[in-house]
T-cell receptor, first 114, second 111 residues
Framework: ETGVTQSPTHLIKTRGQQVTLRCSSQ?????VSWYQQALGQGPQFIFQ???????GRGNFPPRFSGLQFPNYSSELNVNALELDDSALYLC?????????????FGPGTRLTVL | DQQVKQNSPSLSVQEGRISILNCDYT??????FLWYKKYPAEGPTFLIS?????DKNEDGRFTVFLNKSAKHLSLHIVPSQPGDSAVYFC??????????FGKGTSLLVTP
C-alpha cells in the first residue's frame, strides 16, 4: 500500500506566474485536502475534494483552485503568484470526508516565490 | 485569527522524563482535538486524538488531557525518548469544519 505522494518536492517561481502542484492519494482514499504551511506557522486548510467535487474551502482567494481526478489524485493550482505564497504545501488523503484520525499527509511541496 | 494556540515554540526534555506539550483554543464549537507529529522533510503524522465527551485518552506512552472549561489540552509523553524529537502540532475541529492547527512546538529529547 503506497502512501500519499506529492510532486514536485521543491519549486521556484517568480511573482505573477502560475503553478500546479500534484498529489497522489493513498490507495482506497477518496478525499483529498490541501494545506498551506508558511514558515513558523501550522498548516492552514485551503480546500478539500471528495469524489471529484470541492467539499469545503478555507479562507483563500479564488486564485487558489483545485481538481480531483477519477483516480482520486488531485492538483492544486495557484495563479498570479505572490511573495506570500511561498510555503510548504501539504496534501492529505482520507478514506472518507470527515475522517481526521485517518488523514494521511504527504511530505509536501516547498514553493518559493521570488 | 489564531483559534488554536501553542504558546511554547520549543521544549527540551531529558530522555526518560515526562514531556508535556500544551495547547489552548478559543472556539467553544471545537469538539474534536488531535495531535500530530512532524519530522523534517515528512508530512505530519497523526498521533492521538480526543473527543470533547472525554477528558483523557491514552495510547501507550502518549496521553492527551482535555480541560473544556479552560479550553486547554495537553499531550504527555512518558517516558520521553530521543526518537520523540519532532515538531508537535495541536489541531481542533468543529462538526463539518476543517482542522485548525496551532503553530507547533518543537520537542528535543536529549540523551
Amino acid at each position: 500500500e503506497t502512501g500519499v505522494t506529492q510532486s514536485p518536492t521543491h519549486l521556484i517561481k517568480t511573482r505573477g506566474q502560475q503553478v500546479t502542484l500534484r498529489c497522489s492519494s493513498q490507495s482506497g482514499h477518496n478525499t483529498v485536502s490541501w494545506y498551506q504551511q508558511a514558515l513558523g506557522q501550522g498548516p492552514q486548510f485551503i480546500f478539500q475534494y471528495y469524489r471529484e467535487e470541492e467539499n469545503g474551502r478555507g479562507n483563500f482567494p479564488p486564485r487558489f483552485s483545485g481538481l480531483q481526478f477519477p483516480n482520486y489524485s488531485s492538483e492544486l493550482n495557484v495563479n498570479a503568484l505572490e511573495l506570500d505564497d511561498s510555503a510548504l504545501y501539504l496534501c492529505a488523503s482520507s478514506p472518507e470526508r470527515g475522517d481526521t484520525d485517518t488523514q494521511y499527509f504527504g511530505p509536501g511541496t516547498r514553493l518559493t516565490v521570488l | 485569527d489564531q483559534q488554536v494556540k501553542q504558546n511554547s515554540p520549543s521544549l527540551s526534555v531529558q530522555e526518560g522524563r515526562i514531556s508535556i506539550l500544551n495547547c489552548d483554543y478559543t472556539n467553544s464549537m471545537f469538539d474534536y482535538f488531535l495531535w500530530y507529529k512532524k519530522y523534517p522533510a515528512e508530512g505530519p503524522t497523526f498521533l492521538i486524538s480526543i473527543s470533547s465527551i472525554k477528558d483523557k485518552n491514552e495510547d501507550g506512552r502518549f496521553t492527551v488531557f482535555l480541560n473544556k472549561s479552560a479550553k486547554h489540552l495537553s499531550l504527555h509523553i512518558v517516558p520521553s525518548q530521543p526518537g520523540d524529537s519532532a515538531v508537535y502540532f495541536c489541531a481542533a475541529s468543529a462538526p463539518g469544519y476543517a482542522l485548525n492547527f496551532g503553530k507547533g512546538t518543537s520537542l528535543l529529547v536529549t540523551p
